[in-house]
């Protein structure tokens, strides 16, 4: 939790960036219930972990063991089955894309949106974009699976592209209300000295905004990388597939080798869980801020 | 924040002016010089917002509408067409596996949303109370959140085929001694057990944000103060963030609803037909089945159903906020 919001709720004499110190008594019930119940969150993935790297025999009979010796050979041959690296660039080229279009351009909409508000053909906009909230994919998954194709964008541009409409709903949701809070002034004192209103998107909001593009971007990054139903109606081309998408795709080819099959969903969920590893804090907080507004 | 806005509420354009004759203040003569200027739009604006209308209308409002057209005749996905009026509609309603694909994602997101609330809540509330490690564990908990759907279904779909078994053997309890995955009847019992493995991550970081809204001071403050721990949660903690399970229901309900990822991977709509999902459903048999007019017209069904509902608990758990 950042200090940010503790300083928020403080009353105005205290030092608002100084976390208040908890004074409740350490809650060691709770501590152990919660160490307790993160079982069933360790004990699946450690056993995914323990299984990439045993044979298959050894799997039959071990269960949950420890593996007799740690053998990369699940690894390699997981890696040169799905031909790991040009899945990675897939996934990250759509995650990547994804998020950074996201950014520059909800956030450009939300505040053209926001600042003509009271204009009733914008107040309509608002809620035409809104009514995406409600659309399910599955109703215009057959028709959208057509158009891409028609269109000729059944590739990762037109994922890319697919994600940064579909999100526009939720993030114009999220923009708005943070757009509220920030004041014309600041925008009209930059207009008096010149600025176009592009330059004050860019120079002044757009910077504003960094609390909400976080988590705007994390929210679609982690959308975008674990996504499985868009890329596998959408990606046409066998050999633009994403990580998850190509755990499908293998899913015969790994026939009952489980432990290259674990070793593959290891190294299809590594990348993220590393940047969660170092980032964590910042992810949490970032999800929080998103709900409180 | 709250403080922000409702500053912000007073100076809006469309707050009421000058009433009960109290004369014109500053800041409202301020407004009436910018309201001169309401009637140009600005032409940067416009070029912000029109690319997005084209694009979001070509990629959304033009199919769902192209959609709905198509469940008037009997498109196949391919080929020639003619309209068949209200066929595809009538028939769905004659349709078992229709119905059976509704009662198993109702049945699934029902005890996936109560289900999914309910743990999340009570890990909210500890993960909140003064605990060691309070935010490793917050960390760790989220955790489920990061990974695809697809693998965490995979992996436990190899647990639940493998491991658990042996178990029900070892416990003699005849119903887990076998595969749940292969038990018609059962078989959904495992989609939702993955399902709230992993909805329950996102939920409960919503809950706690929530509950770090209630400062500390209002259970001080309360008469209830040194009341027992269930009594100040459902007096206090759980009116206050009423909100978020406003939010939190309305999200579970709506993503339980089109279940998907897990179907894929764990069933594949089985045993029999007992697991298809209507997204499930709508994939399955308007890609391979050649059923694209009549099985977009099973999404404009559960369209419908889905704003009804949609609707219908916002109602209800905003009248609920109320109180």
């Known amino acids: 939790m950042s200090t940010a919001h503790v300083g928020r709720r403080l009353p105005a004499t205290h030092d608002g960036l100084k976390v208040r110190p908890d004074r409740r008594q350490i809650n060691w019930w709770a501590t152990g219930l919660i160490a307790v119940l993160s079982l069933t969150i360790l004990i699946p993935l450690y056993f995914a972990l323990v299984t990439a790297f045993k044979t298959s025999p050894e799997l039959a009979e071990s269960g949950f063991a420890l593996p007799q010796q740690f053998t990369l ?71 959208v699976v057509k158009e891409t194709a028609a269109l000729g964008i059944d590739n990762e541009a037109g994922l890319i592209l697919i994600y940064v409409v579909y999100g526009l709903a939720f993030n114009i949701l999220m923009y708005t209300s943070f757009l509220k809070a920030v004041p014309e002034e600041l925008e009209e004192s930059a207009r ?60 015969g080819q790994f026939n009952t080798n489980y432990p290259a099959a674990f070793a593959s969903y290891l190294m299809a969920i590594a990348p993220m869980v590393l940047v969660y590893v170092f980032a964590q804090k910042w992810v949490i907080s970032g999800v929080m801020r998103g709900s409180q507004r | 924040m709250s403080i922000a806005s409702s500053t912000q509420s007073t100076s809006a354009p469309d707050a009421p002016r000058g009433e009960g004759g109290r004369g014109w203040t500053a ?79 109702f049945l699934y997101a029902i005890s996936a949303t109560v289900l999914t609330n309910v743990i999340a809540l009570f890990l909210a509330v500890m993960l909140n109370s003064k605990i060691v490690g309070r935010n490793g564990w917050r960390g760790l908990y989220f955790l489920p959140n990061i990974l695809p759907v697809l693998i965490v279904a995979y992996i436990f779909s190899y647990l639940f085929t493998n ?42 970081i ?48 709506k993503n339980s609803l089109g279940v998907f990822d897990q179907v894929v991977a764990m069933t594949n709509g089985g045993p029999g037909t007992s697991t298809q999902s209507i997204a499930f459903l709508i994939f399955k048999n308007g890609f391979q089945g050649g059923e694209y007019a009549y099985q977009t017209a099973n999404g404009v069904v559960y369209f419908i159903i889905l704003i009804v509902l949609s609707f219908a608990q916002l109602k209800f758990l905003q009248s609920r906020e109320q109180i």
């Open chain 1, 73 to 143: 050979a699940n690894f390699r041959q997981a890696w040169d089955l799905t031909d790991f690296p040009s899945r990675l660039l897939t996934s990250s080229i759509i995650t990547v894309g994804a998020v950074v279009l996201t950014l520059l351009t909800n956030s450009m909409v939300a505040y053209a949106l926001s600042r003509n508000l009271h204009r009733k053909s914008f107040k309509a906009l608002y809620y035409y974009f809104l009514a995406a909230l409600f659309i399910p994919f599955p109703i215009i998954m057959l028709p």
């Open chain 1, 192 to 251: 008096i000295d010149g600025a176009s209103t592009w330059t004050v998107f860019w120079k002044i909001i757009f910077p504003l905004l960094a609390p909400m593009n976080a988590t705007v971007g994390i929210l679609t990054a982690l959308w975008a990388w674990n996504d499985f139903l868009l890329p596998l109606v959408i990606l046409s081309d066998p050999g633009t597939q994403t990580l998850p998408l190509a755990q499908y795709v293998f899913q």
């Open chain 2, 27 to 105: 800041e409202e003569l301020k407004q009436l010089s910018s309201t001169e200027g309401r009637k140009k739009i600005d032409p940067a604006h416009l070029w912000m917002i029109v690319p997005a209308v084209v694009l979001f209308t070509g990629l959304l409002i033009y199919p769902l509408l192209q959609g709905i057209f198509y469940t008037f005749t009997n498109y196949q996905g391919y080929g020639q067409w003619r309209f068949v009026g209200l066929t595809n509609y009538i028939n769905l309603f004659q349709d078992d596996i229709i119905w059976q694909s509704y009662g198993f994602t």
């Open chain 2, 163 to 204: 491991n658990l078994p042996k178990l029900g053997q070892w416990l003699g309890w005849e119903w887990l001694s076998t595969s749940l995955l292969a038990n018609e009847q059962l078989a959904w019992l495992a989609i939702v057990f993955v399902g709230v493995w992993q909805g329950v991550a996102f939920t409960t």
């Open chain 2, 206 to 253: 919503i809950y706690l944000a929530g509950l770090q809204t209630i400062p500390e001071e209002v259970y001080e403050a309360s008469s209830l103060d040194g009341a027992g721990t269930w009594k100040k949660f459902t007096q206090i903690t759980f009116p206050l963030i009423m909100g978020f399970f406003t939010i939190n229901v309305v999200l579970s309900f």
